[in-house]
């Protein structure tokens, strides 16, 4: 088992789950974080630090895409070990639908 990070982190990126992870297995995005599921160790000290909610255990049923998705971006993006603040508009992108259809962006964020 490992965890995700899902559609909510999209345009929030609060990036709190970072600065608990004890082996930083986080990887950053123009517009999101993942997990690298051959990294993490399953602890789960980074699922009660998102204020998002955005980050499950991957036995969640239907989350396989999402799967998915952090294993291929936790390749191409580069690996973040410090919070950084997150997009001023954060708050307003909490919560909306369907984000990954209307804002995933492909791109790398800096890293560290």
């Known amino acids: 088992m490992t ?3 899902t559609d ?3 345009k929030c990126k609060y990036m709190d789950c970072i600065e608990v992870c004890p ?9 999101m974080l993942v997990i690298h599921p051959d990294e993490c160790i399953d602890c789960g000290v ?9 980050i499950k255990p ?3 049923p239907g989350l396989d895409s999402w799967l998915q998705l952090n294993s291929e971006y936790a390749e191409k993006w ?3 070990t410090a919070k950084k603040e997150p ?3 954060a708050k307003e992108f909490d919560g909306v639908e369907n984000k990954l259809e209307q804002y ?3 791109e790398p964020g800096e890293g560290d």
Do not use: L
Request: proline share 14%; charged share 25%; aromatic share 12%.
């Open 8 to 10: 909510n982190c999209i």
């Open 46 to 54: 980074c699922e009660p630090e998102c204020p998002a909610e955005a």
């Open 58 to 60: 991957d036995t969640e």
């Open 3 to 5: 965890y995700i990070v």
């Open 78 to 80: 580069p690996n973040i």
């Open 23 to 31: 082996v930083d297995c986080f990887y950053e995005g123009e517009n």
């Open 87 to 89: 997009p001023a508009d």
């Open 104 to 106: 995933f962006s492909p």
